[in-house]
């Protein structure tokens, strides 16, 4: 991992490097965590139960932690430096930025370059110029809509297909690096609970205000 990238600092295997592990808050506002406290370190000598404000400041601080994981990893992914690691683990010869494009493509069967302009909020000529490496090293291929003859098609080789199961790799290797020492019974529970999450995300709705609330029941 390249230590030098203040995006790569603070994890292992380069999974969950994003923000600086001694800060003493993050840009939004809310207050690191110091996640080596045992639960429960700051209670009063005596105590056997915690009380209301407690319970709610035990809370807040697990939004905290879990927040900042959030952050570590959200920011790991836009690191352009960490993506570049990803391809030269996995012997691709594309940049980050191609990456990107193949695999919008692949997660939508294929695509038009004004799909991925409109997807990626990209010009025409970014999109074309970070198309060229995937089509010269034949990762994807062109044909014609069939809808609209004039209009070309991209889609995935098994090259470009290989590829992206060679960088998934890469990042499934990160994570088995950073979760050294979790019995297997303690990955199964993490994943289930971080499926559960992922699945609340999509749920979630966005009121007037922007802020997210539950969906109705």
């Not at 406290?37 to 035990?58: A, I, L, T, Y």
């Amino acid at each position: 991992m390249d230590r030098d990238d203040p995006a790569a600092r603070g994890g292992a295997g380069g999974l969950t490097g994003g923000l600086d592990s001694d800060r003493s808050g993050d840009s939004d506002g809310v207050d690191c965590v110091d996640a080596s406290r045992e639960p429960g370190s700051d209670r009063e000598p005596g105590s056997d139960q915690e009380s209301g404000s407690d319970q709610e400041s035990g809370s807040d601080q697990d939004l905290a932690r879990i927040h900042e994981f959030v952050e570590l990893v959200g920011l790991a992914a836009r690191s352009p430096r960490q993506r570049e690691r990803m391809l030269r683990a996995a012997g691709a010869p594309i940049t980050g930025a191609s990456l990107t494009l193949l695999r919008w493509i692949a997660r939508h069967g294929s695509a038009t370059s004004s799909d991925l302009a409109r997807w990626l909020d990209l010009d025409q000529s970014t999109v074309s110029r970070q198309l060229r490496p995937l089509e010269e090293h034949r990762l994807v291929s062109r044909s014609a809509d069939g809808t609209d003859r004039r209009v070309a098609r991209l889609a995935p080789t098994e090259h470009g297909e290989a590829l992206l199961a060679a960088v998934r790799e890469v990042g499934l290797h990160d994570i088995g690096v950073a979760l050294d020492g979790f019995t297997a019974a303690e990955r199964r529970q993490l994943a289930e609970l971080l499926d559960r999450m992922r699945l609340g995300m999509l749920d979630a709705q966005v009121d007037p205000t922007g802020r997210s609330v539950p969906p109705a029941r």
